[in-house]
C-alpha cells in the first residue's frame, strides 16, 4: 500500500500467495510502483493531464508559478530499491538469463539497461509484463516505465497463453520504439550497497560442500552470516554413487546432499 496499491478488499485475503498474482491490482497504479523502484524508491503522483489553454492558447492550469515537478515520497529505500532493480535487470542481460534475456531492449545493437517482470494471474486470465529503463543521466530528461497487460474482456481464461511469450514481446517492442536515439545510461548502485560471495542454492556464507557460488547485492548489515548448512555429508561408493555399505567396490568420498529436514 505504501507504493499506492489498492486492493477490492481492505484485508490481504490471499495471504503470501499475492506475489503469485491472486488478487487484482490496478495496472495504472503497479506502473507507478514500478516507477518508484526506478526512481531510487520515491512514488511521484501520476499527472494525466500536463497543462489547460483557453480559447486563446492562454495556459489555465496548472498556474504559471505552480510547481513544475510533482513532490514524490519515499516508499522504500534507495538500496531496497536498488536490489530489487538489480534482480529484474538480469532478466533482459542474456549473459545473466538467457532464457528471458531475449527481450533486451537494443538500439543500434547495443543493450540498453533494463528490468522486466512478467505475471500470469491464476487461470491464465491475466498476462502482464511490467518494467522501466534506467533513468537518464539528466534529470530533465523523460524516464520511461512500461506496463502492459493482456486478457479478455469477458474475463475468460485465455486458453493457455503465457506473458513471456505475449505481453513481454509487445513490451519489449514498445520500448525498443520510443527510446531510439535517447542517450544510454546505466542504474546506478547508491551508498550502502556491499557485496558478498553466497552458495547458489542457499544464499548463505560457501560451505563444505558448496558447488557454485554468485557474488551478491546485499544492503549493508544484512550480508548473510550462516555457513551453508543446507546439506549433509553422506559416505557414498564412487563404483555406483549409491550410499556406502561393507563390501562396496569403492573408492569411499564424502558427498553433500540436500537435507529436507532442515
Known amino acids: 500500500k505504501r507504493f499506492g496499491l489498492s486492493f477490492q478488499s481492505q484485508e490481504n485475503i490471499a495471504g503470501s500467495s499475492i506475489a503469485l498474482g491472486t488478487l487484482e491490482v490496478h495496472p495504472t497504479e503497479l506502473v507507478s510502483a514500478y516507477g518508484a523502484i526506478a526512481n531510487g524508491g520515491v512514488l511521484v503522483p501520476r499527472s494525466t493531464v500536463l497543462r489547460i489553454v483557453d480559447s486563446e492558447g492562454k495556459q489555465v492550469w496548472p498556474a504559471p508559478d505552480a510547481p513544475t515537478t510533482p513532490q514524490g515520497r519515499q516508499v522504500v529505500s534507495k538500496q531496497a530499491a536498488y536490489v530489487i532493480t538489480d534482480i529484474l535487470a538480469d532478466n533482459t542481460d542474456p549473459k545473466q538469463n538467457p532464457y528471458w534475456g531475449r527481450y533486451q531492449i537494443l538500439d543500434g545493437g547495443t543493450r540498453r539497461a533494463a528490468a522486466l517482470k512478467t505475471g ?55 520500448l525498443t520504439e520510443v527510446s531510439k536515439g535517447m542517450p544510454m545510461s546505466d542504474f546506478l548502485k547508491p551508498e550502502g550497497i556491499v557485496t558478498a560471495k553466497v552458495d547458489a542454492w542457499s544464499g548463505l556464507l560457501p560451505g563444505p560442500f558448496t558447488t557454485k557460488t554468485y557474488t551478491e547485492n546485499f544492503i549493508e548489515g544484512t550480508v548473510p552470516t550462516r555457513i551453508d548448512d543446507t546439506k549433509v555429508a553422506l559416505d557414498i561408493d564412487a563404483a555406483t554413487g549409491m550410499l556406502w555399505a561393507d563390501g562396496c567396490t569403492g573408492p569411499k568420498e564424502v558427498q553433500g546432499f540436500l537435507d529436507f529436514s532442515r
Open 120 to 174: 500470469t494471474t491464476n487461470d491464465t486470465k491475466d498476462l502482464s509484463a511490467y518494467g522501466f529503463l534506467a533513468p537518464p543521466e539528466d534529470p530533465t530528461a523523460p524516464a520511461l516505465a512500461v506496463g502492459v497487460w493482456m486478457g479478455n474482456s469477458d474475463n475468460s481464461m485465455t486458453e493457455g497463453v503465457f506473458s513471456l511469450d505475449s505481453t513481454a514481446p509487445l513490451w519489449q517492442s514498445f
